[in-house]
């Protein structure tokens, strides 16, 4: 079973920088696409960013040039680094996981993590 357990959310103001962490559980990590989602107040949950076992990354426009993903293998970790953070960027983030690295669908969630940014 995977586990997945986010951190480092918080309050912040606008222009600010947060780095979520997300760690699991699992010996072939390596082998997974890992994405972080997030659902703001009143809205749907969006894709924010994805990182596949390659390295290779996409990422939603509204976070281009802004949020920066990465990963740790060796620690069963990815990052979602997030600077000039804006108003609209208030939201639970979650963290995913999908072991078929983009074959299937994403499979195994977190429990989320809240950012604030105030204006």
């Known amino acids: 079973q995977v586990q997945l357990v986010e951190s480092g959310g918080g309050l912040v103001q606008a222009g600010d920088s947060l780095r979520l962490s997300c760690k699991a559980s699992?010996?072939?990590?390596?082998?997974?696409?890992m994405g972080w989602f997030r659902r703001g107040p009143g809205k749907e949950r969006e894709f924010v960013v994805a990182?596949?076992?390659?390295?290779?990354?996409d990422y939603a426009d509204s976070v281009k040039g802004r949020f920066t993903i990465s990963r740790d293998n060796a620690k069963n970790t990815v990052y979602l680094q997030m600077n000039s953070l804006k108003p609209e960027d208030t939201a639970v983030y979650y963290c995913?996981?999908?072991?078929?690295?983009?074959?299937?669908?994403?499979?195994?969630w977190g429990q989320g993590t809240q950012v604030t940014v105030s204006s």
């Open positions: 699992g010996r072939t990590f390596s082998n997974w696409r």
């Open positions: 995913a996981a999908d072991p078929t690295n983009g074959a299937n669908s994403y499979d195994y």
């Open positions: 990182i596949w076992r390659s390295g290779g990354t």
